[in-house]
Structures are given as C-alpha cells and as structure tokens.
C-alpha cells in the first residue's frame, strides 16, 4: 500500500461511524473486534481516532527513575504517519505517558493513541488535536514502575465481547463517541466501502424523516438499518 493510498483510506475512514463498521464487521463473521467499554476518549471531546496500528507492548518492571525509559523514547520514535500507537501491558495504576511524550508521538506523523491503562496532563493534551482512548487517568508516572518491553509485535487489548481482542501491527483502528474497534488489516478496504455504503444509506433515511416521513414507513422503503 502506498502512503498515498493509506491516507486516503484513513481519511475516508474519518467520515465513518464505528458502529456501521461494527455491524460490517459482524456480517464479516468478525463479532468480537470490539474494545472494552472501558476505553474512553480524554480529553472527553477527544473526538474520532483513525490510523494503522503500531503496538507498544510493555510491563510492570521496578527500575531507578533518574534514568527515564530508553525503550519507551525508542518505540515512539519508530512511529510513522498516520499511525495510532496502541500502547499494551499490565500497568494498573499507572499513566504510561502524558503530554510531552505525546508532543513526540506527534510529531512523528502519529494521530492518535489507544492505551490498556492510563494517561496524565489532560488538561494539557487538550489543545493538542491529539485523541487518546484509555482506560483510566491518573497522575502517577509510569517512570521506574513500568517499562516499554517490545513494540511493533502482535498484542492484545480488554474485548467488549470476549476477553481480549488481538491487535497486530498494520491493523486498522477506529474510534469515536460509541467506542473503538481494532479491524483486521485484510478486511479493511471491504469494511470502509461497506460501511460507507451504510452511512448513505442513512442520511437518505434523516433526510426523509426531517422532511415528514414516518419511521415506520422509513423502514418499509429502506429495511432494517
């Protein structure tokens, strides 16, 4: 694929809703490609997340805090345009990065991040234009407790549907108010069609509800949407 062509699908991906993604997704035999509900935007007006996924693996792991996390710095500097950095490892309690190393990620072309944990600094994250999904926020730094392990791996993430939802490099991810899916990269392509496909097809059904017709007339000329 080329650069060009992963833009433009991650922009078109950007005028889709992840629930019409979901429901291609099941017609795919593909049920369970849901994140936890636990994933949640911050700031909250975070707004949607679409990219490919670079994974960032990492665990709880005691070490000084007077000499930062080398590998952590490593992994975000691998990271590319267009990418969302999937960050993966037991770290309860902890935020595995903030606004500066999210500055970084940015810097680096990254649009977004989905994170099995926590994030700090959201009062300054808010002026960034840079969407964070995770699953909590607290201020305690993840320096000499947490540390990055391997990044550009296959990992996993907690699952709305069942226990966890595998994530590999090159996967596509998409997030808005309803929560974030993680879509396998060989069915990305028919996801985004079909799922655009849907989006028509419900704008038409707004546009003839606000000009008057019933919804149970809308059912009967569109079907079940």
Not at 9 to 21: C, G, H, Q, T, Y
Not at 166 to 187: E, K, N, R, T, Y
């Amino acid at each position: 694929m080329t650069p060009e062509t992963a833009t433009e699908i991650r922009r078109r991906f950007l005028e889709v809703d992840a629930s019409n993604a979901a429901d291609v997704l099941d017609s795919l035999g593909l049920p369970d490609q849901g994140l936890h509900p636990s994933f949640a935007p911050f700031p909250a007006q975070a707004g949607k997340l679409a990219g490919w996924a670079f994974t960032i693996k990492g665990q709880m792991s005691p070490f000084p805090q007077d000499g930062g996390d080398a590998e952590k710095m490593a992994a975000c500097a691998a990271l590319g345009p267009g990418s969302v950095a999937i960050w993966s490892g037991g770290g309860d309690g902890v935020a595995f990065f903030g606004e500066l190393i999210a500055i970084g990620m940015k810097e680096r072309g990254c649009v977004g991040a989905v994170v099995d944990g926590g994030v700090r600094d959201l009062g300054w994250l808010r002026g960034l234009g840079f969407p964070v999904y995770a699953r909590y926020r607290t201020p305690v730094q993840s320096i000499g407790r947490w540390k990055v392990t391997a990044w550009d791996v296959p990992v996993s993430l907690p699952g709305a549907t069942k226990r966890n939802v595998a994530v590999a490099p090159g996967d596509f991810i998409l997030a808005d108010d309803d929560g974030a899916l993680v879509i396998p990269a060989s069915v990305a392509g028919e996801v985004l069609e079909r799922a655009e496909k849907i989006g028509q097809r419900e704008r038409a059904i707004r546009d003839d509800l606000a000009s008057g017709l019933s919804l149970s007339n809308a059912l009967t000329k569109y079907g079940h949407v």
